[in-house]
């Protein structure tokens, strides 16, 4: 099965002359494969499931957030849960994988976040209940910011999203995809999940990597870019946006980091019968 274990983990690379890591805040476990992609028959994705080493009665997920050093200053890709841990106690590791690397939270010098879910942006805030990157400014979709903002209070998880962004109000930088948002840091929309769900192009050419976020929550949905997650918000967007995107890295040869992809979540995406693999590096 897939390399996903507890612990505090870093695996050091390069894009191009940036140093680069992926640092994980660790495992977390969904439903059966069927429940959670539950747009296709249950004997299907169960069986491309277990074409891909997945058991058919859990789904096992890594956390794999990015850091990449750019003009001097590290940047990180998401934040993972946070001190909450609400997918449970061998989560929230994303500090003690920083410290490994030498890397302290005063060190981060900007968060970048994907979007607004609880194992992307619960890490905002430290066990004080204050930022937990006090230096760090905070970059995130417009669109994703106003509909946190605005969604009823009795939407699921609405409120710590919302309590996450506070504790870096004062250092949020909301931006309009698609363009430069920081030197060498490409905004890529990737609308579907959420309203404002992005991707993101660090670096050029054939050197730059493209973060996914959640676009691809498993290496298994390259090959089947039309099955969708139950809680994505708009599922026909969600397999535009997948499709578009795959394209775009096979074409070009662009390396991809999966945040929920088995560790390291480092790889390229590459044309096969007449649909998308992911190859591991």
């Known amino acids: 099965m897939s390399d996903i274990l507890p612990g505090p983990r870093v695996h050091p690379f390069s894009i191009g002359a940036a140093p680069a890591l992926v640092v994980s805040d660790g495992p977390l476990t969904l439903a059966a494969p069927a429940e959670e992609f539950d747009n296709a028959p249950a004997d299907a994705v169960t069986a491309l499931a277990g074409r891909h080493g997945l058991p058919p009665d859990r789904l096992p997920l890594a956390q794999n957030a990015l850091v990449v050093v750019l003009d001097g200053r590290p940047i990180l890709f998401d934040t993972g849960t946070g001190p909450e841990r609400p997918f449970g106690p061998d989560t929230g590791c994303l500090i003690e994988s920083l410290a490994l690397a030498g890397l302290r939270p005063e060190d981060i010098a900007a968060v970048v976040l994907t979007h607004i879910h609880s ?163």
């Open 119 to 281: 194992d992307h942006a619960w890490g905002l805030v430290g066990a004080d209940g204050g930022p937990a990157f006090p230096n760090a400014t905070v970059h995130v979709a417009a669109e994703e910011l106003a509909f946190v903002a605005s969604a009823p209070s009795t939407g699921p998880y609405i409120g710590v999203h919302r309590a996450a962004i506070a504790a870096c109000s004062g250092r949020l930088r909301p931006f309009d995809i698609g363009g430069e948002i920081l030197p060498g840091l490409t905004a890529l929309p990737t609308p579907g999940h959420t309203i404002g769900h992005t991707s993101y192009r660090v670096g050029e050419g054939r050197d730059a990597v493209v973060v996914f976020g959640d676009l691809l929550h498993h290496p298994m949905l390259a090959e089947r870019p039309d099955l969708t997650y139950r809680y994505d918000h708009d599922r026909d967007r969600t397999v535009v946006s997948r499709r578009a995107l795959l394209a775009r890295c096979a074409e070009a040869g662009t390396r991809v980091i999966g945040y929920h992809f088995p560790w390291p979540g480092l790889g390229s995406i590459v044309t096969a019968d007449e649909s998308y693999a992911f190859v591991p590096d």
